[in-house]
């Protein structure tokens, strides 16, 4: 059955009557878990566009959740985001949120949806804070939107002109929404509110066709026959009319200013006035910015207040908060008197109310409602739900109860099955289809809450799992796409570090174009020891790899002509030879092993884990399928899981955990700090508390006499799962029947510790966590010899990280601590220079008095550093005053704000690495990167924070700075030997030896050399053609490498067609000079099938080598060629004539079929 089925249960015609009239405004009372169902009710009949305007962005999001499970499927449903900037304060403007509210300013200012054929109504949910922001003005807003369709005529160049002027960036490849890119008579751009970029092909300034296309591999995806155009930011200095920027300007009253502060305010206003971009835009938002969404409401809208008494509470407490924050800037002189705010205030905004749309005041009634004289008034019959709690005898006695009295039942689940099972077993009907049909209805979906109601002379009971079992099951959010595995030559940058195979690593000067003959390529110039320089031919790519190394490690040059680089692979490529025969010899070994097989899941193992609050990522219930299946296997698991904090190794590991106990076995669970290990126990004891298994935990935090007590039970096998440091690793532990063995964070337990590991439960499974993630090649590259599973993708329920980069400032850090603080929350505060630490906490301290404070780095003793960190994650204190030691294992879901100093000197996977030790719970999570003030960025760091501040898992930026994490990783999995084998030859050599090392070994095939690199299938194809991609056709030097790269592989025909077809589709007809180097390729193709060694032209001939001799086959293959071309004993002489492109093609084809036919008769 459909939830809008249930729709029709409520009569809203009176109130619609009322509505039409907009004669006065009502008040309602309605129930607070029935109100997400009396909205979407009332949306379906009403028929019109709604603004709801709740008291805070938490609230907002729950309605929008419920919203979207009611009635996702008859109404639009937006959430309108807080852009949640502290007021008066220099940031870079956060684009997510930004796209967000432009998306949602489109869809309630469009024609009201029951003039337009097939639409639906849209229904915008907003917090009073994101409610009252100033936006740009309506009329501005419409006349700047952009609708093209097919076959419309419109300028090219106007039509990019106008996207520059509303706020688009230009980008060569398109990633994020605000992206436009030119490429002739093809235009990309990504407007907010896309799903998918759309790519404009125009004829002349006719529109001919319109394709969505992927970020990822940039190729098209479907036609479109229309397209919207949005703005790109809700100000930009083209929207300001000058005489209302010139009249701005001379009210600002910079009498409290100094000159310094005067300066970036005049330069900042020049820029605004001229037309150009500036910096930190959010500053003047107020200034050019009048109206809000209110503003965009079509006629026929409805504005409902949930709580207005509530609303007008938090809008008077935002007003004076960001008065206090004026005052004491303009005392400070930090501000100008006069700055207009960014916000309207709750008395413009309730006049704004009253004086347009329709208004319904929802209040959420507990007890009885009584007539208030001055409105119309209406309670609707709606009554609480009962709570069950897990006790389901009660629920089935209480569904028998309503069925004799006639009662509905509606049951909404995200444990829908399990449900009809219950209740088959007590031969209850159940119905998934109609209400109608049955007294009982089953919905798989997740409600924030229950309720009853009398209606039409019937009853219904609403239950949802918040009755049913105590909690309801986190929402999935939209999946991120896999991050594509891109061409390393596409993040190239002049001066970066190039490994050449043969030649060793180089610095990447630039391209150049050199004629040989006939032939003209483009080639890379790479510079090495003693300025020495290298030219590669851009038909051999791929014997060039980017030098990627840990910690942006520079590496050294090599010198052409020696035995140096050739010497530095042998020494590698001996190493890892010796590692992968001992990963294969233990991996051979387990394989002949007996250990515990485990029984299948039992219905304990599949209730537990039904009463998982998250929902499970894919990577996640991948990882757990592959751990059990491991336990069910008779040899024993060793397999390591790896993902970030917080994505959910832990709960692998507890079912894997469960599942042993279940089978009356013990299991060890070894974490590398008394604080981790003290997390792990609080979270087994909740989740295993409805079982009979007891959990206990050996640390320092025990007594003697309790460490004594746990020792013998473990012995004893009274104790089911023993979590401990280091402490569980001692002669006096002694496991009774241990049948697995759980370890966190591997890599921090020394080489003696591991062999008492595996002393301690010598057939037991043995399942490792590590939280750095690991590159894909090593994982590739170790299938087969090693057990690994990732977690690649964050919970779904997690909410993106605000991110502001801001000028250094008391002010902004006191308010970002008071708002963490005041509700609850932790704060990391980081400064990092151990000299000046301490000085950094006691000014906190006198900042902020009712904080407390602790101070943790690296020079401290290490029973000091984990005091503090106990104390910290014991939430003793408020704010960790730390270095970048912010401790990587403990996953700290209450700690939500992140300061960071000076993050003007982190490199960019720093500052990712960082910022993610914050948002690890479903709370809204903040960094601040603060730069000193009127300090001037340089271009690099600028780059670096605005990708930081935009970025998302889709954008280059973060495919960047993975790869150093990553990298990092592998050095951590591999050990430190083989991390100086990756600082020596960089990690994509490095992976590359490793793959072919390990395939060798598992095939048994004879030890693996340095020298073998150089001998993959590489036929030189040297033709009397210009053969390079213009750089009037691809501009972008990225661009045009990463495509000479991938035509360089070893590419099959139907691949290079598709090659082909992605080229024309992304950047229109392809040029001579190109289909040369395509008909290049497709001979080479051709060659590495046909056994031959080399194709080059001799004079007036072209010259076919084969690699072996033809001998007998000779007169065969003449007869074949039918006179095409001469064969020799190694060679095939074919004349070059006006034709001679497409007779070779015909002797290459000949010759391929010709080596099939020889081969099938040996």
Known sequence: MQFDKLLELMDHSELIDIVDKRTVNSDLHVLKPAFSYWLSSFTKQAKRNSLVITHNQERALDLYNNLLEWCGNIAEIYLLPENDYLPFERQMNNYVSTHKRIECLDAVSRSPFSHQKGSLPVVIIASIASATQKTISSNQFRSSVIDLSVSQSIDIAGFVHKCLSMGYENHFNIEMPGSISRRGGIVDVFSPGMESPVRIEFLGNNVESMRLFDVQTQKSLETVGSCRILPAKEWVPQFIDKREAEEFCSLI????????????FNQDLINIVSGHPVQNSVMYNGAFCKESILNFLSMDSILLFEQQDEIATEAKNLDEHENKIRLNKEKRGLIPFNLPSARISWDEFLYSADDGDTRLNIEHWQNDVTQKPEVIERAYQFEF?????????????????????????????????????????????????????????????????????????????????????????????????????????????????????????GIFRGIMFLEEGNSKKEYLELEYAEKDKLYVPTDQLDRVTRYVAPGNRIPSLTRLGSQE??????????????????????????????????????????????FFVHTETEDQLRSIKQVKSDMENSKPMDRLVCGDVGYGKTEVAIRAIFKAIMDGLQVAFLAPTTVLAQQHYETLKKRFAPYPINVEVLSRFKTHKDQKQILSNISSGGIDVCIGTHRLLQNDVDFRNLGLIVVDEEQRFGVSHKEKLRALGSNADLLTLTATPIPRTLHMALTGIKDMSTIETPPSERLSINTYVSAYDDELIKQAVYREIDRGGQIFFLHNKVQTINRTAEKLSRLIPEAKITVAHGQMSENDLATAMERFAGKETDILVCTTIIEAGLDMPNVNTLIVERADTFGLSQLYQLRGRVGRSSNQAYTYLLIPPSYQLSS?????????????????????????????????????????????????????????????????????????????????????????????????????????????RDLTENELEDMSRELMDRFGEIPNELLNLIYV??????????????????????????????????????????????????????????????????????????????????
């Open 1081 to 1162: 390729v497709t001979i080479r193709i051709l060659a590495i099938q046909s056994n031959v060694r080399s194709i080059s032209q001799q004079g007036n001939n072209i010259i076919v080598q084969m690699n072996n001799p033809i001998e007998g086959a000779r007169i065969l293959l003449q007869r074949q060629l039918n006179g095409l071309a001469l064969v020799g004993n190694a060679q095939i002489r074919l004349k070059i004539s006006k034709n001679w492109q497409t007779e070779l093609t015909q002797v290459m084809e000949i010759l391929s079929s010709f080596k099939h036919f020889t081969d099938s008769l040996k």
């Open 253 to 264: 009253d910079f009498s409290n200013c100094n000159l310094e502060i005067q300066e970036i």
């Open 385 to 505: 739900c009962k709570d069950y709690n897990g006790q389901f005898e009660s629920l089935i006695e209480d569904i028998l109860s309503w069925r004799k009295n006639n009662e509905k039942t509606v049951l909404i689940s995200k444990h829908s099955k399990r449900l009809e099972e219950l209740l088959s077993i007590h031969k209850i009907p159940i119905s998934t289809d109609d209400i109608a049909q049955t007294s009982v209805a089953i919905l798989s979906g997740s409600i924030d809450g229950g309720w009853g109601l009398s209606t039409n002379g019937k009853k219904f009971h609403v239950i949802t799992d918040k009755e049913l079992t105590g909690y309801v099951k986190e929402r999935p959010k939209a999946q991120l796409s896999q991050i594509q595995q891109q061409s390393f030559l596409s993040e190239l940058e002049i001066d970066g570090h190039l490994v050449h195979i043969d030649h060793g690593i």
């Open 565 to 610: 680089w050739h010497r530095i692979k042998e020494r590698a490529t001996e190493s890892t030879f010796q590692l992968a025969q001992q990963l294969l010899s233990i991996y051979r070994s387990r394989e002949t092993e007996k250990g515990i097989q485990f029984s299948i899941d039992t219905p304990w193992q599949l209730e537990m884990e039904d």
């Open 940 to 1048: 690099a760091a600028e780059k670096r924070l605005q990708t930081i501040l935009s970025a998302t898992e889709l954008g280059s930026g973060f495919r960047i700075a993975m790869k150093d994490l990553e990298i990092r990783g592998a050095g951590n999995i591999l050990g430190s030997e083989q991390s100086g084998h990756i600082n020596a030859i960089g990690y994509e050599l490095y992976s590359q030896i490793l793959a072919d090392t390990v395939h060798n070994l598992k095939t048994e095939s004879s030890e693996y050399k340095a020298d073998d690199l150089n001998t993959v299938n590489r036929v030189k194809v040297t033709l009397p053609l210009p053969c390079y991609i213009p750089d009037s056709y691809i501009a972008d030097v990225a661009t045009r490498l990463d495509v000479y790269q991938r035509l360089s």
